[in-house]
């Protein structure tokens, strides 16, 4: 769908935004509000079913569907655009693809060839821009934003990226937008589809705003349309003109302040250097540790809950996770994961290491955990942030992730021994450990109303709770 900016209402000027004590710590970690700022949001069309389409002509110009399984009830992850037109949706199940669409193809996935693609699509970025972010296997934003001497004109810029990656892949299509903050970006990727290139600006925003409705904005779902109506919002233009104040009653909160920023230029979802940094949790084993397999077990637990914590306040995932363990005899062992989707949780970051574990004690015949351990630690980096993660890719995870969002709010709000988890109980030495040793950076909390306070950080649950 392509909207022309012709009911251009406004002057189109966004209005000064009131700098909060929120903000203002928010804002240390973040690209500060830029109209010039120039971020470059590449999206690429029905990815998985046009990459099929690319590595077998005789798919192209059909009805397919990539399945993960060869079975008539496995679920279509990705239609292709030939399909969508019937009605075919992501996550519909192949009989149902079936009744809106008879001639449909199934077609098994093929991750390894996405991933290749992926790189070449990123290595096609890099070539324009250093500051490069892979949001998801198909999704990118580049900041050009220390470009603007370089490049005149962004619109051809995005015109020889299209044709960089037609050069190596000819039916693939991608959507890209450009604008001055990574959601307005992302939003011109959903203006024109396939083979989109739209630029959003302070003089056409409102344009194209007013041809949408609350919905067609990422991150406004049925639940935040509900949260809009009830304040008398009823369209993205009403929403980009109200008040921050009336926004923060819409949202209980900063998250309202965010998507006041969001509308009006400021930058919210691309953190300027945490993404790439590394988060890691290092112990040293006592004696009385040491002795115990299950102690030993207890402490990686208690490591990896605090990466966890770490990653729900900053509203991160990990892509990847580091592992080591060190002996008294000045040996040790390391590991790195690199995970298929971004994690958070940290039974799940522990299964992961453990099973590496059991891998390397199964092919060479020795227990890692042993009486000679002397340290261990666990890293993770790759971060990708919450709020824009893709959750139709995760759909599983999404009321976890909300569970482990409540749990933290019920322990702010009554302290943290009311809610407590399995693992919590049996080794509560390991746990004190891990409450002991949070770092400054865990401790500083920013509130939903915008206060900020130093606490704690508490432990969590897992999803057996
Ligand atoms: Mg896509």
């Known amino acids: 769908m392509a909207f022309a900016a012709q009911n251009i209402i406004g002057t189109g000027i966004a209005p000064k935004v009131k700098e909060t004590s929120a903000f203002k710590s928010y804002r240390q970690n973040n690209v500060a509000t830029d109209t010039g700022a120039v971020l470059m949001y590449l999206d690429m069309n029905s990815f998985f079913a046009t990459c099929e389409q690319q590595a077998n002509p005789e ?42 669409c008879p001639e449909i193809i199934p077609v098994q996935t093929h991750p390894p060839y996405y991933r290749r693609i992926h790189v070449d699509i990123m290595e ?93 904005l990422p991150g406004i779902a049925s639940r935040n349309e509900r949260r809009l109506l009830m304040i008398g919002i009823k369209s993205p233009l009403e929403m980009r ?40 949790a290092t112990r040293t084993v006592s004696r009385e540790q040491r ?56 039974m799940e970051l522990r299964s992961y290491i453990l099973e590496r574990i059991h891998d390397f004690e199964k092919s060479n015949n020795k227990i890692m955990f042993n009486n000679n351990t002397l340290s261990m630690g666990v890293g993770v980096q790759g971060f990708m942030l919450g709020s824009v993660m893709q959750y139709s890719l995760f759909d599983n995870r999404i009321l976890k992730d909300k569970v482990r969002k409540v749990m933290y709010n019920i322990k702010d709000k009554y302290g943290k021994n009311t809610v407590r988890k399995g693992c919590e109980l049996f080794d509560p030495h390991a746990m004190r450990d891990a409450i002991g040793f949070g770092s400054v950076k865990d401790m500083f909390m920013v509130h939903d109303d915008g206060e900020t306070s130093v606490r704690n950080p508490y432990l969590l649950e897992d999803e057996d709770w």
């Not at 998507?259 to 945490?274: C, I, K, M, T």
């Not at 914590?309 to 580091?322: G, I, N, P, T, W």
């Open 291 to 346: 002795e115990s397999k299950q102690a030993l077990d207890s402490l990686l637990i208690s490591l990896c809950t605090r990466l966890e914590q770490r990653m729900v306040k900053m509203d991160l995932f990990c892509k990847e996770a580091s592992f080591f363990i060190r002996y008294r005899n000045n040996t040790g062992w390391d590991t790195k994961i690199k995970f298929a989707q971004p994690i958070q949780d940290a």
């Open 59 to 100: 798919l192209r110009g059909k009805p397919i569907g990539v399945t993960t399984h060869n079975s008539p009830f496995s679920t279509v992850i990705a239609p292709s655009i030939e399909a969508k037109k019937f009605g075919v949706k992501t996550g519909m199940r192949l009989n149902e693809c079936r009744e809106l």
């Open 241 to 280: 003109h109200a008040s921050e104040a009336l926004l923060r009653k819409a949202f209980g909160g900063v998250v309202g302040n965010y998507w006041h920023r969001r509308l009006n230029f400021a930058e919210v979802d691309q953190y300027s250097n945490g993404l790439n940094r590394t988060m890691s």
């Open 124 to 216: 096609i970025l890099h070539r324009y821009c250093d500051d490069v972010l892979a949001k998801s296997i198909d999704e990118a934003v580049a900041n050009f934003t220390s470009y603007r001497l370089v490049y005149k004109d962004f619109i051809a810029v995005a015109k020889q990226i299209k044709q960089d990656i037609a050069e190596k892949y000819d039916y693939l299509r991608c959507s890209i937008g450009i604008a001055p903050n990574t959601f307005l970006a992302k939003l011109g990727t959903e203006l024109q589809k396939p083979d989109g290139l739209i630029q959003i600006t302070p003089d056409n925003i409102d344009g194209y705003l007013a041809g949408l409705r609350l919905t067609d």
